[in-house]
């Protein structure tokens, strides 16, 4: 099976291969334009045995809380829990689990890009402002001048700005890096949006971006560039 999600939704996905391509088309004779997220739950419910239900789940971690993702995962057959998209949903719920506004953040280490290694922990006791992002992603790019901005700005009056790319070339992300000058904190993942730590701090799409306090405890999270220098200056008043 050989799904692609370049450029697009999980609902505009495209799927190459007979049996999952087969469990869709039974999906979209069901789904309800008005109630798209229902329609999806109670897919699941009724095809437990169905791998597009884990993939389903998938899309639906967005938007549900945790326990109920767990709860639609329980109902899964065995043998689709072991496919492809129900070890990824296993391994979300495992690394994600606790991490929610006002949760302590989990710490990471990695490479920044002269090699050496930053761990998150390493600025707490400073306001940081944690943005994953990559390469391909335009609306990304298009913050890297504002973010330049607050790091000149707030910098030395304690904000941490850490971009973390989710690319998996580092050579695209070195590229990508010099082009926009990001002068402030710049690291990568490689392992992408199935990594631990992608996983972890519940990354779906790009930009998301957190907001932490001092004590490193998640204030706000962010979607496609929705910080503006209003919460940051709001920080230090």
Not at 193 to 218: C, H, M, Q, W
């Amino acid at each position: 099976v050989e799904i692609d999600l370049r450029d697009r939704d999980f609902d505009s996905a495209i799927i190459k291969g007979g049996q999952m391509q087969n469990q869709r088309m039974e999906f979209l004779k069901e789904e309800n334009s008005q109630n798209t997220q229902n329609t999806k739950v109670n897919f699941v419910k009724n095809h437990s045995n169905f791998e597009y239900s884990a993939y389903l789940l998938m899309d639906l971690r967005m938007n549900l809380k945790n326990d109920e993702i767990q709860g639609l995962y329980n109902s899964l057959d065995g043998e689709v829990k072991n496919s492809k998209y129900g070890k990824i949903i296993s391994k979300y719920l495992e690394k994600s689990k606790g991490f929610e506004m006002g949760s302590k953040v989990k710490d990471f280490k990695l490479k920044d890009i002269n090699g050496n290694d930053v761990s998150l922990k390493s600025f707490y006791g400073k306001y940081i402002y944690l943005d994953f992002w990559a390469s391909w992603c335009g609306i990304c790019r298009a913050e890297h001048p504002f973010f330049k901005k607050m790091n000149e700005k707030y910098k030395n009056k304690g904000l941490e700005i850490i971009s973390v790319s989710l690319d998996p070339d580092i050579k695209r992300w070195e590229r990508a890096s010099i082009k926009d000058s990001i002068s402030w904190t710049s690291l990568i993942d490689t392992s992408s949006f199935n990594g631990d730590i992608a996983l972890a701090y519940k990354v779906f799409s790009l930009p998301t971006g957190y907001l932490i306090d001092r004590e490193g405890r998640v204030i706000e999270r962010f979607f496609n560039g929705k910080l503006n220098e209003i919460k940051i200056n709001k920080l230090f008043d």
